[in-house]
């Protein structure tokens, strides 16, 4: 394979297949450019007809958008729909028996469901909360494993009008508890275990404690799915086994009707402030942006067989597992371990079993991949693959080379795609077909979409220099606030020294030909394996623990994570040294794990006698940041209280 460098500097753009272009959903340039004119020149009556083309409405919607509570946009407000109908009964005339799912389970089980199979799951468990007292306008937390039921649970919320709030299996017992009580939820639908990498995690153990911390007034039900043969805890009157629930129910529920802008989903996104933030999406503005980037990003054609790795407890597995694949009519695979489980061919095998067409990954796997084998991919048949995505965090260039010659046989376009939390779905990738690909580069915005690089004042910036990333229009699939924080809301993602632009949050550039390049987070908030964690809630996690008195973290560059999380600690006590400061270091990294989850777990942890700060008492991150990449301090430290406490920290790690 040739070098990055020789790569970037002869080609510099990776034109797709001939034959792709034929044949893609948006063909050429000119495609391309003629869908970015008609939204330039009339956003309201391009996204009015794209929303009148893609989704089936109950009753349809006279008016496009309100904009009159910027940034609080209503969008299609009086139109009516069911977005589970939208992804299941819209299916049933016309292919009721093709397979929705292919679920392989850790311990390489396969269990595939078809569109009539999955409308009826989706029908008894919503008839089953129904029996519960659960109604449209409620919310719901979901805990549960990477596995088909996860899918069904999300639906059926979704079918009765209920708004869910899914939770990582990963988190812990107090992060679950954090949001089951910040939401107001009446239930929690959760398993009694999941397996991953040959290993077993009890789901409900960790409800029963997040329940036993107190304060969940409005909480009443639990439903538990069975995997496993072993006891759990129970408490009759509360929790009900989902087997039990389901088992009387008809296979039929009528949908609840609701408005485009009813509250489908919110999910909880760490913050710099350490209070996660409740991000809370509309009903069919979401909806539309996730078919159509299933369409224009993913080229979906129906004998596709997509499979996205993502765990549904993240954004990426709400709207490519749970909600575009099923609005398009998509076969997907739905896997719940680990990619070096049995051992680092498990992705290529996969593939390989199910002759999946579309690959969409995040650049953690894909580094995890490669240093476990670089050349494995070549002992599978791949041949099936057609088109590769990358999502969570910017792609370094060899990655993106290795992902491309390697897994995509130099044949596949590769999706680099730029998107958020926030945002519901992909807002600048490149188009397959129509937009030529550069390593490392998220390439142009979507249709519609209106991205640009400005300065601190709002201001546009020139190709080639740095800056911050805004969205400058509204756009339907955008979130419409932050559950029960509209103020943070505006604040975070609107503040008015920008102008009232949507603040990405990131800091990027563009090149000579106006690609965007995504440079990292302008704030404090790190990128771990493609999760938003603030440094606020890691901090005030190592700040919880007795032995602690302040904390700082920060990230650093890491060749498999992204960023890899270094802690700077003050002990109550005197600073630890040797072994002792090894042990509290475990001790530490232990306590983050229970007290957020294992991907908040420190990779480093630096112990000092105090911390470096200004003459006022703030800290100095950007000299922490510097000693936790290895640099050498090269800044002004004349405001310091205590120059000298910085080699103390260089020297020190655990």
Request: glycine share 10%; proline share 6%.
């Amino acid at each position: 394979m040739a070098t990055i460098k020789s790569v970037l500097h002869e080609t510099r753009v990776f034109p797709p297949d001939g034959g792709f272009v034929q044949q893609a959903n948006l063909s050429g340039m000119e495609a391309y450019r003629a869908l970015c004119s008609e939204a330039e020149q009339d956003p309201e009556g391009f996204w009015g007809r794209l929303a009148r083309e893609h989704i089936l409405w109950r009753e349809p919607f006279s008016r496009v958008l309100d904009e009159s509570a910027h940034p609080f946009f209503k969008w299609f407000e009086d139109g009516v729909l069911n977005v589970s109908f939208n992804c299941l009964d819209r299916h049933l005339a016309s292919q009721p028996d093709k397979v929705a799912l292919i679920f392989e389970a850790d311990d390489g089980r396969v269990t595939r469901c078809t569109y009539r199979d999955l409308h009826e799951r989706v029908c008894r468990l919503a008839n089953g909360l129904r029996s519960l007292g659960v109604a449209s306008g409620d919310r719901i937390v979901i805990y549960m494993p990477m596995c088909i039921e996860a899918v069904v649970a999300m639906q059926a919320c979704a079918r009765i009008g209920v708004t869910h709030s899914v939770v990582f299996g990963g988190f812990s017992a107090k992060s679950l508890h954090e949001r089951i009580r910040d939401a107001g939820a009446v239930a929690v639908v959760t398993a009694d275990e999941q397996y991953r990498g040959g290993r077993t995690n009890h789901l409900k153990t960790a409800v029963d404690e997040a329940i036993a911390l107190g304060g969940l007034e409005t909480l009443r039900s639990v439903v538990v799915y069975r995997r496993g043969p072993g006891d759990i805890r129970w408490e009759a009157g509360r929790d009900v086994w989902w087997q039990d629930l389901v088992g009387n129910q008809e296979v039929v529920c009528e949908p609840e009707w609701v408005g485009a802008e009813h509250p489908l989903f919110t999910l909880y996104t760490s913050g710099s402030t350490g209070k996660p933030k409740g991000v809370q999406h509309s009903s069919a503005g979401y909806l539309l942006g996730s078919v159509l980037s299933m369409k224009w990003v993913f080229d979906y054609k129906p004998d596709d067989v997509f499979w996205c790795t993502a765990d549904v407890g993240w954004v990426t597995g709400h709207s490519y597992v749970t909600y575009g694949p099923l609005a398009v009519g998509a076969t997907q695979v739905i896997f719940e371990g680990i990619p070096t489980y049995p051992d680092a061919g498990r992705f290529w095998k996969i593939i390989q079993d199910h002759r999946v067409t579309t690959f969409y990954t995040a650049p953690t796997a894909i580094r995890s991949l490669i240093k476990n084998g670089p050349d494995r991919p070549k002992e599978y048949d791949l041949s099936s693959l057609r088109l590769l995505g990358s999502v969570g965090e910017p792609i370094n260039p060899e990655a993106w080379m290795w992902y491309y010659t390697v897994v995509g046989q130099s044949r596949c376009p590769v999706v680099d795609t730029w998107w958020q939390t926030e945002t519901g779905s992909h807002m600048i990738a490149p188009l397959p077909g129509a937009i030529p690909l550069k390593p490392g580069s998220c390439t142009l915005p979507l249709p519609g979409i209106a991205a640009a690089i400005v300065d601190e004042a709002g201001q546009d910036i020139e190709n080639g220099k740095g800056g911050f990333l805004v969205i400058k229009r509204p756009f339907p699939y955008q979130a419409r606030t932050l559950w029960g924080d509209p103020e943070r809301f505006r604040d975070t993602y609107f503040p008015r020294e920008l102008g009232g632009y949507y603040l990405a949050g990131d800091s990027a550039h563009r090149d000579e030909d106006g690609y965007f390049w995504i440079m990292g987070r302008a704030d404090d908030v790190l990128n771990v394996s493609g999760h938003r964690l603030g440094t606020m809630e890691i901090e005030s996690a190592l700040v919880a623990n007795p032995l602690v008195a302040e904390a700082a973290v920060v990230g650093r560059p890491d060749d498999i994570r992204g960023e890899a999380i270094v802690a700077f600690v003050v002990l109550k006590g005197e600073r630890p040294q040797g072994e002792e400061a090894g042990r509290i270091a475990a001790e530490l990294r232990n306590w983050v794990s229970r007290e957020i989850g294992p991907i908040a777990r420190p990779e480093e942890i630096r112990f000092g006698d105090n911390l470096p700060k200004t003459r006022s008492g703030k800290i100095m991150r950007r000299l922490l940041r510097t000693l936790a990449q290895g640099g050498e301090i090269t800044q002004d430290v004349s405001t310091l209280e205590n120059p000298a406490i910085l080699e103390q920290l260089k020297q020190s790690a655990a």
